[in-house]
């Protein structure tokens, strides 16, 4: 079974762009999570898409978005990129989702490193 | 508020002895699950092992144990027989019944000298 597929890996941008960033989950799984890895802040959750509907946010602003397909295929969208979004952005698909304290194992992709100058 | 605290940064151990990778929590939720993964430079997080709030055994996973103190709120990792592929970051992670997020704490960089 192929595992979960970030692209592209790299991604280098300039302030004020936007930024799409794209996610694969592992086949038959219908939850994926997104989540921000920086030295400063660590990692910390974006938001989780569960059968094409956003069930689960953290706490970033508005210019980070996301939505899902209906092949469980998930996209994240940064607008008006600053400097301090340089990071690696990491998705994670489960099979049923990430609600309450269950053992619902998260396999995660290998991640999209942002630079943004 | 941080709610998972790794108070070591980095820990050195010899290979094939054992290593405690040490985690703290922060809940008022009866019910959360605990979690640790391991992050190779590769940057790809693999999950290595899970303990409910109301297992009444400490999980194990091959080399993996996890000693899990309720009262303490302590989760901490034990690696056993070191491998120098066991060089990583550890992350260890909650996530509670009422929060569907998760929320990791800080790492702790291990590596396994020969």
């Known amino acids: 079974k192929a595992g979960v597929t970030q692209t592209p890996r790299y991604l280098i941008k300039t302030r004020g762009q936007q930024v799409t960033l794209s996610c694969s989950p592992i086949?038959?799984?219908?939850?994926v999570s997104w989540y921000q890895q920086t030295p400063g802040q660590g990692l910390q959750f974006l938001f989780e898409?569960?059968?094409?509907?956003?069930?689960n946010k953290g706490n970033f602003p508005g210019r980070f978005s996301g939505r899902q397909f209906s092949n469980s295929r998930s996209e994240m969208n940064v607008s008006t990129l600053e400097l301090g979004d340089s990071a690696l952005y990491l998705c994670?698909?489960?099979?049923?989702?990430?609600?309450?304290?269950?053992?619902?194992?998260?396999?995660f992709g290998p991640g999209t490193r942002l630079t943004v100058l | 508020a941080q709610k998972i605290t790794q108070t070591q940064p980095g820990m050195f151990v010899q290979e094939k002895e054992a290593v405690t990778l040490d985690c703290t929590y922060d809940t008022s939720d009866q019910s959360y699950g605990l979690f640790w993964y391991k992050q190779p430079s590769s940057g790809e997080m693999i999950f290595l092992i899970y303990q409910g709030s109301y297992d009444e055994q400490n999980a194990t996973e091959g080399r993996y144990s996890l000693n899990f103190q309720k009262a303490r709120k302590s989760a901490n990792l034990v690696i056993s027989a070191s491998q120098l592929g066991d060089s990583a970051m550890y992350f260890c992670a909650m996530r509670e019944v009422n929060n569907n997020d998760m929320r990791f704490g800080a790492g702790t960089r291990l590596t396994v000298k020969p």
């Open positions: 086949s038959g799984h219908r939850s």
């Open positions: 994670a698909s489960s099979l049923l989702g990430t609600s309450g304290a269950g053992r619902q194992e998260q396999f």
């Open positions: 898409y569960f059968s094409e509907t956003q069930r």
